[in-house]
Antibody
């Protein structure tokens, strides 16, 4: 059973960088896309991007200029950095897996981390 | 672009609910459905348009292909009242979700 746990600051100031980490247990890092998905309060889900175990990445074009997702295999973690944040980036941020040996739906999710952008 | 209808569906316990999801272009059968309860992460219900995920009740069934899809919940139970999202994974990036349908108690 795959378990994902998000961690990081719950409050970020406008124009600064949002940083979150997802710790993985119960799964090998290979054969998965390791994703970030966010959900503004009371709204829908937005895919941010993923990192593959090879280190390759793909991002939502709407966020691509501000996003970096990276993988630390030694710690079984992957991370999200979102630069130049504004209030519109306030959301619950989820990490989620896509098992590429099956297809491209999100089969495991973390509990989510609320990040508020405010001065 | 993924759209869902209705925005909110009011249903009595024990009744049947049918939720719709439409894609602006064909996604084949590369569509998933998720259930989300307040304060919780989404949970995978259906993948490949009609396959139930592990541990999901047979009350949930998915159908459709191309651009028109449906999620049917037969005989709604109290734990089924939630928000339901569809997601396409045929034309990516980006992976895209519908705006959701809230199923509430009538």
């Amino acid at each position: 059973q795959v378990h994902l746990q998000e961690s990081g600051p719950g409050l970020v100031k406008p124009s600064e960088t949002l940083s979150l980490t997802c710790t993985v247990s119960g799964a090998s890092l290979s054969n998965y896309f390791w994703n970030w998905v966010r959900q503004p309060p009371g709204k829908g889900l937005e895919w941010i991007g993923f990192v593959y175990y090879s280190g390759s990445t793909d991002y939502n074009p709407s966020l691509k200029s501000r996003v970096t997702i990276s993988l630390d295999t030694s710690k079984s973690q992957f991370s999200l950095k979102l630069t130049s944040v504004t209030a519109a980036d306030t959301a619950v941020y989820y990490c989620a897996t896509v098992d590429t040996t099956l297809s491209y739906y999100f089969d495991y999710w973390g509990h989510g981390a609320l990040v508020t952008v405010s001065s | 672009v993924m759209t869902q209808s209705p925005d909110t569906l009011s249903v009595s316990p024990g009744e049947r609910a049918t939720l719709s999801c439409r894609a602006s272009q064909s996604v084949g059968n590369n569509l998933a459905w998720y259930q989300q309860k307040p304060g919780q992460a989404p949970r995978l219900l259906i993948y490949s348009a009609s396959s139930r995920a592990t541990g999901i009740s047979a009350r949930f069934s998915g159908s459709g292909s191309g651009t028109e899809f449906a999620l049917t919940i037969s005989s709604l139970q109290s734990e089924d009242f939630a928000v339901y999202f569809c997601q396409q994974y045929n034309n990516w990036p980006p992976f895209t979700f519908g705006p959701g349908t809230k199923v509430e108690i009538k």
